[in-house]
């Protein structure tokens, strides 16, 4: 029994392995009106393959699309 466990573990960790990562880089600001807290900056830099995905997902979602005028 503790094969068959051992051998379902390991078939696990290769599928981790295999997922695809991306790399993001984020950066925060806080912003201030004066004295008082007024929000959150955030900006993300994304490598090329993550930007070009959103991108092509964007692209198919887009309203043209959905209506057949791609």
Not at 31 to 60: C, H, N, P, Q
């Amino acid at each position: 029994m503790q094969r068959i466990i051992l051998f379902l573990l390991m078939l696990l960790s290769v599928a981790a392995w295999a997922y695809p990562h991306s790399f993001i880089d984020m950066r925060t600001e806080l912003l201030a009106d004066g004295d008082a807290f007024a929000g959150l900056k955030m900006t993300w830099t994304m490598d090329e393959i993550t930007s070009a995905d959103l991108l092509y997902v964007r692209a198919m979602h887009s309203p043209a699309v959905r209506c057949g005028k791609s």
